[in-house]
């Protein structure tokens, strides 16, 4: 069954049972107050009946009250029955109320028949109770129900009223059929109005039906509506639509990683599969005769293992990236300790100007900027990016490279006035194996995995690595880290420093 039809069907059976309820509580009320004012009536007609029937003598009941004059029919209603019966409950005298039509030219009511009365009559001879007075019902041949009322008189007999029902059972048969209409309508109204109520209230769950269909069939963009807090629905569209947002998300998170992957493993086969043809080249070369010539070995074993060393630094390298990938489940290669950022730049500064003595490198500190970090893996950044500013400017291009605080952070700089980059190259830069030369030469660059470690590397320390063009030329790369008294706060947590160990190779 579905949710339309449980909800309008219970709201049927809930308005159903309250207004059955309140029919039964009216129509008791009305029932009770009637028949009390019948016995009111009766009261009042038994210090009547006396004088009705001409009637000496006293009934055994308490002293009557004071009977006010006036014709009896305009107290009684019509078929009000009066009796006097001796002790052996032989009828004496009887007497009944009828009333004429009051319009011209009708006739008369019939008068209706006397009810048929028991046996055992307080006042008579058969009579089983003490009590001087009975009231029952009765009823006449032609089925005319009665209240009666009987009284046993003081000298024997019984005196007795009994007036009819006919408008009393006549109202509440009224009032029954007015009750089984007004319930029938009011749920059927109920069930009209709750039917265009359910549907309305239940229409966006049809729309979020055909939302998620749509979102089944391959639309993740699809969103429900409607989506706000005001109502039941509105705050679930709210919640799917954020979890569909954080689904959309993840898949497209997850396709770009395997269209990374894809590059990546793509890339890595055309790196690796350069330097083992070289080698597997030599190696045949040596197998064909170079070993009996010695210029051809040494040319070859040199070779090998230059090759062998290219291989063996691009494994390292993709090590490295992995474990810094996976450092939240494998044992992570940075290790954490106190160092001066300041004196890892000055030695990585003075190491390239060896390496490069016609480049103008400058340096600019402020002072020391302490740092939790891994000196060996900072000091590979900086010797990255510094390695890059010499492989892609020309000779004379001015570095400049500044240390130091800004807005609570470290803050590393590497700067020149070459070439530099188009912004479009500037947001890839740290994509691994990514080149700016797409015809992937090696004469002006390496494998394309420094920048990758240098951002990987920034971000195990808690900070970022980002790339920008210099106007009008040249390009900065900036190193932020925090502070050691950040770390101290809880922004990293430092291993135990009996859980360091030597770096890996660079």
């Known amino acids: 069954m579905s949710l339309r039809s449980r909800v309008l069907i219970g709201t049927l059976c809930l308005v159903a049972a309250a207004l059955l309820l309140t029919d039964f509580a009216v129509y008791r009320f009305l029932s009770s107050f009637l028949h009390g004012r019948v016995d009111d009536q009766l009261e009042s007609g038994m210090w009547a009946a006396p004088r009705i029937l001409e009637l000496t003598g006293d009934r055994s009941g308490p002293s009557p009250p004071v009977l006010e004059r006036g014709r009896p029919e305009t107290v009684y209603p019509s078929g009000t029955y009066f009796a006097h019966l001796d002790e052996t409950g032989r009828l004496i005298r009887d007497f009944m109320i009828t009333l004429e039509s009051r319009r011209e030219g009708s006739r008369p009511d019939p008068d209706p028949a006397a009810p048929a009365l028991p046996e055992g009559l307080p006042g008579t ?31 024997g007999g019984t005196i007795l009223v009994a007036i009819p029902l006919t408008g009393t059972e006549a109202t509440l048969q009224r009032l029954l059929l007015i009750e089984a209409v007004v319930t029938a309508g009011v749920l059927l109204a109920v069930g009209v109005l709750g039917l265009f109520v359910v549907r309305r209230g239940l229409r966006p769950l049809d729309r979020i039906a055909d939302s998620a269909g749509a979102i089944a069939a391959g639309d993740l963009s699809s969103r429900l509506a409607p989506a706000n807090d005001r109502t039941e629905v509105g705050r679930l569209g709210l919640a799917l639509n954020t979890m569909l947002a954080q689904i959309e998300t993840a898949f497209r998170e997850r396709e770009e990683s395997e269209e990374r992957l894809r590059r990546f493993v793509a890339d890595a086969s055309h790196e690796l599969r350069t330097p083992l043809t070289s080698i597997q080249g030599y190696a045949e070369l040596f197998r064909r005769g170079a070993a009996e010539r010695p210029e051809d070995l040494a040319k070859a074993m040199r070779q090998i293992e230059s090759e062998s060393r290219r291989v063996s630094e691009l494994v390292d390298e993709l090590l490295l990236l992995a474990r810094l990938d996976q450092r939240d489940t494998v044992e992570s290669p940075i290790r954490l300790t106190r160092v001066d950022l300041t004196t890892i730049v000055a030695e990585a500064v003075e190491a390239a100007r060896d390496l490069d003595p016609d480049r103008r490198i400058g340096l600019v500190a402020s002072g020391p900027v302490i740092v939790m970090g891994d000196d060996v893996r900072l000091r590979q950044v900086l010797d990255n990016l510094l ?80 790339c920008e063009p210099v106007m009008p030329h040249g390009v900065r790369f900036r190193i932020e880290l925090p502070l050691a008294e950040r770390h101290e706060d809880g922004v990293v947590e430092p291993p135990p420093d009996e859980a360091r160990s030597a770096p890996s190779r660079r």
């Not at 003490?130 to 003081?154: I, K, M, N, Q």
């Not at 479009?424 to 920048?451: K, P």
């Open 125 to 155: 001879q058969d009579t089983e109770s003490g009590s001087p007075s009975s009231r029952f019902l009765a009823e006449s041949e032609d089925g005319t129900p009665y209240r009666v009322l009987a009284d046993a008189l003081t000298g």
């Open 387 to 466: 390695s890059n500013a010499r492989r892609y400017t020309p000779t004379g291009t001015h570095v400049r490279v500044h240390v130091g605080v800004e807005e609570g952070l470290a803050v590393a700089e590497v700067a020149d006035d070459g070439p530099g980059i188009d912004a479009e190259h500037a947001e890839r830069i740290f994509e691994r194996f990514y080149r700016v030369d797409r015809s992937r030469s090696r004469q002006n660059g390496g494998v394309g995995l420094g920048l990758s470690i240098v951002a990987a590397v920034a971000e195990a320390h808690g900070g970022r690595a980002t």
